[in-house]
């Protein structure tokens, strides 16, 4: 009786200590789960911390800033971009004096909306707040504020480009990459992680266009699956060969044929290029004799190579970096050599940008055989976030490029890019309130391909406006007051003489 006893409270402590034991580990994994979603955070990979807050959360309610994070990597993941942020306003009362990050966090997210002059602000309350707390952050909050100034210059001063942004069915709630336009059949090759499973393999899509848009992409299957990282693609236009990297052999080039409305089993291009540690974004010139490439081969994160063909050997040279003026101590990625291969567009996150990645353009000298320092395309083929595989069509005056950018469909989106005229308009603004002219206001015009982008002007103490504008386009045209919105219409201009023409346009508000 008394063994009896004893084993049965034996198989209590048992059970006890099993109970126990499961729930250390299981809090213990809750914690490694909030510790890893906190590094994350700090990495600013905010997609990824989402991910794990929300998993913290579905297993306990124990952490009392989860909701707060979660709104924080909601935010700036792009998961609430179309969303008011009242909702992460409302942790100011909380989180506005206990969190010195609150106001960098709330910074943040201006930023990402291009709502710059707020974005300064809450910067601004930063600096004061690491400065109270004596923390270390102030140099950091002075170089937003930089930054914050940085972009309005940017945003103030578009380039002479104007873009597209891709409808469905070619973007997804999926990553779309490395576009290639074939102009003459008006198709578009590209690749896309769309309805795939666990490591999400990236595969090309074909589509083409018709009289009413894009048609469904269809799969291209027989070209295999790639990384993220190995998502890329190059047509020469001469042959149309459609280049692929794969790891095969450490880094080899295929090659795919158009067949029809197919492509062919991709072949080995040239097994001697596998020596020449290629990596997997690259560029072919249109003579098949020139390849450069993005490689982490040096000590200063990717710098870009190149590698030359011997018209008599067959023989690829060892590759070398390419001028020292395109390389820096940052990272160069995505090249792409004009058909003369006198320029040469590629992108970088090196500092005085507007974003992450940019894309910049260098010439080339031939009195001096050299390359000129590279320049910022500016906005707004460049955003304050990412952008990659920009790439010219034969034209040279329009091209695709992707982005993760504000309103984004998904992860990256293609863009469709091409040269405008600028055309000079001025006129005035009258206050029907104050029955005079409407002053200490500001112009926008935002074209409708690309509602992110605005030609703008201040309005000065005689309510008159002055800027430059696309020279054939349908605009709407916002007038603010204290950043506020106190008038929108809608303004169409249909000028395409090419001459310096200045178009005179008033507007009356109340």
Same mark, same amino acid.
């Given at each position: 009786?008394?063994?009896?006893?004893?084993?049965?409270?034996?198989?209590?402590?048992?059970?006890?200590?099993?109970?126990?034991? $499961?729930?250390?580990?299981?809090?213990?994994?809750?914690?490694?789960?909030?510790?890893?979603?906190?590094?994350?955070?700090?990495?600013?990979?905010?997609?990824?911390?989402?991910?794990?807050?929300?998993?913290?959360?579905?297993?306990?309610?124990?952490?009392?800033?989860?909701?707060?994070?979660?709104?924080?990597?909601?935010?700036?993941?792009?998961?609430?971009?179309?969303?008011?942020?009242?909702?992460?306003?409302? *942790?100011?009362?909380?989180?506005?004096?206990?969190?010195?990050? /609150? /106001?960098?966090?709330?910074?943040?997210?201006?930023?990402?909306?291009?709502?710059?002059?707020?974005?300064?602000?809450?910067?601004?309350?930063?600096?004061?707040?690491?400065?109270?707390?004596?923390?270390?952050?102030?140099?950091?909050?002075?170089?937003?504020?930089?930054?914050?100034?940085?972009?309005?210059?940017? $945003?103030?001063?578009?380039?002479?480009?104007?873009?597209?942004?891709?409808?469905?069915?070619?973007?997804?709630?999926?990553?779309?990459?490395?576009?290639?336009?074939?102009?003459?059949?008006?198709?578009?090759?590209?690749?896309?992680?769309?309805?795939?499973?666990?490591?999400?393999?990236?595969?090309?899509?074909?589509?083409?266009?018709?009289?009413?848009?894009?048609?469904?992409?269809?799969?291209?299957?027989?070209?295999?699956?790639?990384?993220?990282?190995?998502?890329?693609?190059? !047509?020469?236009?001469?042959?149309?060969?459609?280049?692929?990297?794969?790891?095969?052999?450490?880094?080899?080039?295929? /090659?795919?044929?158009?067949?029809?409305?197919?492509?062919?089993?991709?072949?080995?291009?040239?097994?001697?290029?596998?020596?020449? #540690?290629?990596?997997?974004?690259? $560029?072919?010139?249109? #003579?098949?004799?020139?390849?450069?490439?993005?490689?982490?081969?040096?000590?200063?994160?990717?710098?870009?190579?190149?590698?030359?063909?011997?018209?008599?050997?067959?023989?690829?040279?060892?590759?070398?970096?390419?001028?020292?003026?395109?390389?820096?101590?940052?990272?160069?990625?995505?090249?792409?050599?004009?058909?003369?291969?006198?320029?040469?567009?590629?992108?970088?996150?090196?500092?005085?940008?507007?974003?992450?990645?940019?894309?910049? !353009?260098?010439? /080339?000298?031939?009195?001096? *055989?050299?390359?000129?320092?590279?320049?910022?395309?500016?906005?707004?083929?460049?955003?304050?976030?990412?952008? *990659?595989? $920009?790439?010219?069509?034969?034209?040279?005056?329009?091209?695709?490029?992707?982005?993760?950018?504000?309103?984004?469909?998904?992860?990256?989106?293609?863009?469709?890019?091409?040269?405008?005229?600028?055309?000079?308009?001025?006129?005035?603004?009258?206050?029907?309130?104050?029955?005079?002219?409407?002053?200490?206001?500001?112009?926008?015009?935002?074209?409708?391909?690309?509602?992110?982008?605005? *030609?703008?002007?201040?309005?000065?103490?005689?309510?008159?406006?002055?800027?430059?504008?696309?020279?054939?386009?349908?605009?709407?045209?916002?007038?603010?007051?204290?950043?506020?919105?106190? #008038?929108?219409?809608?303004?169409?201009?249909?000028?395409?003489?090419?001459?310096?023409?200045?178009?005179?346009?008033?507007?009356?508000?109340?």
């Amino acid at each position: 009786m008394n063994n009896s006893r004893i084993t049965n409270q034996l198989k209590v402590v048992i059970i006890c200590i099993g109970i126990f034991s $499961f729930s250390a580990v299981y809090g213990q994994k809750e914690v490694r789960l909030y510790d890893k979603a906190e590094s994350e955070l700090s990495d600013h990979q905010y997609t990824d911390a989402l991910s794990l807050y929300n998993e913290v959360k579905s297993i306990s309610s124990d952490f009392g800033d989860i909701d707060y994070k979660i709104a924080i990597t909601s935010y700036l993941s792009g998961a609430k971009d179309d969303d008011s942020i009242a909702d992460f306003l409302a *942790f100011e009362k909380t989180y506005g004096s206990t969190d010195s990050h /609150y /106001y960098y966090w709330l910074g943040q997210i201006h930023l990402r909306r291009y709502n710059l002059e707020e974005a300064t602000k809450a910067f601004n309350k930063f600096e004061q707040s690491v400065s109270y707390s004596g923390s270390g952050n102030k140099d950091e909050s002075t170089a937003k504020i930089e930054h914050v100034q940085q972009l309005k210059d940017f $945003f103030e001063n578009p380039d002479n480009y104007s873009i597209h942004q891709l409808e469905s069915p070619v973007n997804s709630a999926s990553a779309e990459m490395s576009p290639v336009f074939f102009e003459e059949e008006n198709e578009l090759l590209f690749a896309s992680n769309r309805n795939k499973a666990g490591e999400t393999p990236f595969v090309i899509y074909y589509s083409k266009s018709g009289p009413n848009g894009w048609e469904e992409p269809i799969e291209l299957k027989n070209l295999g699956n790639f990384t993220r990282k190995n998502a890329n693609i190059e !047509v020469v236009n001469d042959d149309g060969k459609l280049f692929i990297f794969k790891e095969d052999n450490g880094g080899d080039l295929f /090659y795919s044929q158009a067949d029809g409305a197919k492509w062919t089993t991709p072949v080995e291009f040239d097994a001697r290029i596998s020596n020449n #540690h290629l990596a997997s974004h690259f $560029f072919m010139n249109e #003579h098949e004799d020139r390849i450069i490439f993005a490689s982490d081969e040096g000590n200063d994160g990717l710098d870009l190579y190149e590698s030359f063909r011997d018209p008599q050997t067959e023989k690829w040279s060892k590759p070398s970096p390419f001028y020292s003026s395109v390389n820096s101590r940052f990272n160069e990625d995505s090249p792409y050599l004009s058909p003369d291969e006198q320029t040469l567009y590629f992108c970088s996150d090196r500092p005085g940008g507007i974003g992450g990645y940019d894309v910049y !353009v260098s010439k /080339y000298d031939a009195t001096s *055989f050299s390359w000129s320092e590279p320049e910022n395309l500016g906005w707004p083929i460049n955003s304050p976030n990412d952008e *990659f595989h $920009f790439k010219m069509n034969f034209d040279q005056s329009s091209g695709y490029f992707v982005s993760n950018r504000l309103h984004t469909k998904g992860d990256f989106d293609i863009y469709f890019f091409w040269e405008i005229d600028k055309v000079k308009i001025q006129g005035r603004i009258f206050d029907q309130s104050a029955n005079g002219p409407l002053t200490n206001a500001e112009i926008r015009f935002h074209p409708s391909q690309y509602l992110d982008e605005y *030609f703008s002007s201040t309005i000065d103490n005689t309510g008159r406006y002055s800027t430059k504008i696309i020279s054939d386009e349908i605009f709407k045209v916002e007038i603010l007051q204290d950043g506020k919105v106190i #008038h929108e219409e809608k303004f169409e201009i249909h000028d395409t003489s090419g001459d310096p023409t200045t178009h005179i346009k008033d507007f009356s508000v109340k």
